[in-house]
């Protein structure tokens, strides 16, 4: 394959928006590139996604199948995204929950994406090369590659501010401490080490939030902090339910209605794992705590 000569960098947040930083050129001889004249369209998704019902093209290329979806601008060419392929399961879909923002970000905005997965125990030198940090999501954007899913997604309000998933400042962190308490009480070897109650105690303040301010974060539409936590919430359901036998506790019912708004999303159902893979996913956590 020819030579490719990308930029590289990140955006940084700005009080006025984002701004690109410390550009660099390199040369990528072996990353796969989007030749529009090679691409065909299939009506069966067989990349890992998981609606029947919607059909999503299928973009393949040199061998790889990559899926993506119509764009309401036309003429825009797919936005190139990089995630994590499924533990042991090479070029499919995986169970990242950042990856999976990205994703529900660029479904519900409806733009136009390339995903290739990455096998993050054994990531190819022209994946280092886009992001040297080694961590997925990235996404190239005017030929620089972007990572981190809180820049990703900033960049994509920015890009295409509607449908808006803006929320104001003061929500922003609205249900941040429900994935850490998720993960201790995965980890935990001690059934009255407080890591299970102090899950509960993050869901019900979660809970009494939706029950004053709902059904979404930002109230009646769906917002960037929705598309953070759903994911989340997903793999502490199917990871506690495998590994601890637990479920969402009756106390926080307006958490349960949440959680299933949100998975029945047809943006959700596109784009998340197999339980198998999330369990998968989980596991050296769980073993090595
Ligand atoms: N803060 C980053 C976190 C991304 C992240 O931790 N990604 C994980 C997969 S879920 C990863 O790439 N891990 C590979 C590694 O650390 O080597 C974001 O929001 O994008």
């Not at 001889?29 to 067989?46: F, K, V």
């Not at 999976?100 to 030198?125: C, F, G």
């Not at 295409?160 to 009480?185: M, N, Q, R, T, W």
Request: net charge neutral; glycine share 8%.
């Amino acid at each position: 394959m020819a030579s490719t000569v990308e930029h590289l960098g990140h955006y940084a947040h700005l009080k006025d928006g984002l701004r690109f930083e410390s550009q660099q050129k390199l040369a990528f001889p072996d990353a796969p590139r989007l030749q529009l004249s090679e691409t065909c369209l299939s009506q069966t998704d067989r990349h890992g996604g998981n609606s029947q019902q919607n059909p999503t093209p299928v973009v393949v290329r040199q061998g790889k199948v990559r899926r993506g979806r119509a764009s309401v601008k036309s003429g825009v060419d797919s936005m190139e995204l990089l995630a994590k392929a499924a533990v042991g399961k090479p070029g499919q879909l995986g169970d990242c929950p950042f990856s999976q923002r990205v994703m529900l970000t660029l479904e519900e905005k409806h733009i136009k994406y390339d995903a290739t997965y990455i096998d993050v125990s054994n990531k190819p030198q022209w994946f280092l090369e886009a992001n040297p940090e080694g961590k997925v999501p990235v996404i190239k954007h005017e030929g620089k590659w972007i990572a981190d899913s809180d820049v990703i997604t900033a960049l994509l309000e920015d890009l295409y501010p509607e449908p808006s998933l803006k929320v104001p400042d003061e929500k922003k962190s609205v249900g941040s401490s429900i994935f850490g308490a998720f993960i201790g009480h995965l980890k935990s070897k001690d059934s009255s080490d407080g890591t299970e109650a102090a899950l509960l105690k993050v869901l019900v303040e979660f809970n009494e939030y939706l029950q004053q301010s709902g059904p979404f974060v930002n109230g009646e539409k769906i917002c960037s902090v929705d598309l953070a936590l759903a994911p989340k919430l997903f793999h502490m359901q199917v990871a506690l339910g495998h590994y601890k036998q637990w479920t969402v506790p009756k106390e926080v019912p307006e958490v349960s209605s949440y959680m299933n708004a949100l998975f029945s999303r047809e943006s959700f159902l596109k784009t998340k794992a197999k339980e198998e893979d999330v369990i998968k996913g989980w596991e050296a956590k769980v073993l090595g705590a």
